[in-house]
């Protein structure tokens, strides 16, 4: 197997959109090359073209490949259900809920097994592969059961590449400290150090890259400018910092905040829109007056709808419904709008048979099974929804069944491709407000553009032309990757490569 494996100095140091970079860059230089991270803890995933799930990080990083994804490229994906425990997804499917203890000590083998069957498949596939470890390889307390640092390089067989953030300070301790704590065998796999985040003069560091490479014996591949992007993040942390720095713009969408946010990747298409501004709204007292509400999807819709009323938001989006304010509720978030919500299977809350009162904003009524649904899907906008019958690609990844009521007022949302079969979701007032289980919903570019029209012309503004998202991702893959190459020694890094491949030939 020929490849690298990012590991951290720490969690956020980079490693994602560093690999994401690479797979660009390899995939440039004619390489066919997949991504893999062994495990991953995320809410916000990915859903393959077999229906199965992965993290979202290894998804993007096989569309900068240029690769289909595949379930051998995260073949363990761990999705908190609350603070004590989590669903394991193994191969793309739910295996269960299990605590930390119970994973750690009764999972192991498993989750080895897997992880080595899944890095046999892809060296069958594939010329190089990037591989992204998980916070810091030195965790004392867990390396001696770790499914994702140093227990996988030596799976691999791969060299390593240790990445340090310098924005947080501390750059020198946490190299000098992370090698010091590897044992010998697993430093002497540390081929590279790459600097990440850097603001400022770069020449002002070579002092500190010489004092490195003489302290450590190793090169410095590189030192990375901070660069501002728009590349999806791994968690909603990554959604909210973007944010943060979006001035206000003509058209203002509120989110709406949940603790067990999942697939907040539905609301990135506006941060590419020119006149959108995006907000999280955390609490009553910031709800505002804004032009469209947007509900996300939960990996808890019970437990954040009860959130929300105690916050005092549920009332301010049903006073918002009432005002004639425009609403979308994706997954979870059109459970929410549901009449009433039945814990059937105890799958949502882990108590069977649990009836929590809705927002009664949509005709529907919701019930949580233990199936659940994963799939990719192919739709057309239900021209009685009140829009043009938009033809549409996205996913459903869902606990839970939502139907309406009798003669309920409104339409279905979604149809088949054919246009013969009422398939999801649920619209009323001429589309003012939807509920649908259809994540990526505002991906596709016809659609987004037709819904912000509307708003657009009911504000006075000028409409707009379509601006199509994936050709601006894929430019932005192209953008990262020139980034990373003018501050990165590529040609040393697959030297690296080539190098220990050839000496730890079997």
């Not at 994602?16 to 062994?38: D, V, W």
Request: proline share 3%; hydrophobic share 35%; charged share 25%.
């Amino acid at each position: 197997m020929k490849g690298i494996m990012l590991q951290g100095t720490s969690s956020d140091v980079g490693k994602s959109l560093l690999a994401t970079a690479l797979c660009r860059i390899f995939f440039q230089l004619g390489y066919r090359t997949a991504p893999f991270k062994s495990q991953n803890m995320s809410n916000n995933s990915y859903v393959t073209k077999d229906g199965r799930e992965i993290g979202r990080a290894q998804g993007l990083q096989a569309e900068a490949a240029n690769i289909e994804a595949s379930v051998y490229m995260n073949p363990i994906l761990l999705k908190p259900r609350s603070d004590m425990q989590s669903e394991v997804v193994l191969f793309g499917k739910s295996d269960g809920s299990l605590n930390g203890r119970e994973y750690r000590e009764g999972y192991y083998e498993k989750g080895l097994s897997a992880i080595g069957l899944s890095l046999e498949k892809l060296a069958e596939s594939c010329d190089l592969i990037v591989i992204e470890g998980a916070g810091s390889p030195v965790e004392i307390n867990l390396n001696d059961r770790e499914l994702v640092n140093m227990k996988i390089a030596e799976l691999a067989n791969v060299p390593v590449v240790l990445i340090a953030d310098i924005e947080r300070g501390g750059v020198f301790a946490s190299i000098i400290g992370t090698l010091e704590l590897l044992s010998e065998s697993e430093k002497s796999r540390v081929k590279g150090i790459i600097i990440n985040k850097f603001r400022g003069d770069l020449s002002l560091f070579q002092d500190g890259v010489e004092w490195l490479e003489c302290r450590t014996g190793i090169k410095v591949l590189g030192v990375i400018p901070y660069v501002e992007h728009q590349i999806e993040g791994e968690d909603s942390l990554s959604l909210r910092q973007r944010l943060q720095w979006k001035d206000a713009k003509p058209i203002d969408i509120g989110v709406i905040k949940l603790s067990y946010l999942s697939n907040y990747t539905d609301i990135e298409p506006f941060l590419y829109e020119d006149d959108v501004s995006v907000r999280i709204i955390d609490q009553a007292e910031s709800f505002g007056h804004p032009d469209a509400l947007i509900i996300p999807g939960t990996r808890s819709t019970i437990r954040d709808l009860q959130s929300i009323k105690e916050s005092g938001l549920a009332e301010k989006v049903i006073n918002y419904a009432k005002t004639g304010g425009v609403i979308v509720g994706l997954c979870g978030g059109y459970q929410m709008l549901s009449i009433t919500l039945l814990d059937e299977s105890g799958s949502d809350t882990d108590h069977k048979g649990l009836l929590e009162k809705g927002l009664g904003i949509l005709p529907v009524h919701t019930i949580f099974e233990r199936e659940k649904t994963t799939i990719r899907r192919k739709a057309i906008v239900n021209n009685k929804s009140g829009f043009p019958p938009i033809r549409l690609s996205g996913f459903e990844i869902h606990l839970g069944k939502t139907s309406n009521e009798p003669n309920a007022p409104g339409s279905s949302f979604l149809l088949s491709e054919d246009q013969y079969e009422e398939v999801d979701g649920w619209a009323v007032e001429n589309g003012r407000i939807i509920g649908t289980y259809f994540h990526h919903l505002f991906h596709n570019d016809e659609w987004r553009c037709e819904w912000l029209n509307r708003i657009r012309i009911q504000k006075g503004l000028t409409s707009k032309t379509i601006k199509p998202i994936e050709k601006t991702k894929s430019e932005k893959y192209d953008m990262l990757a020139e980034h990373v190459k003018k501050h990165v020694n590529i040609e040393a890094l697959l030297s690296i490569i080539n190098e220990w491949k050839t000496e730890k030939n079997e």
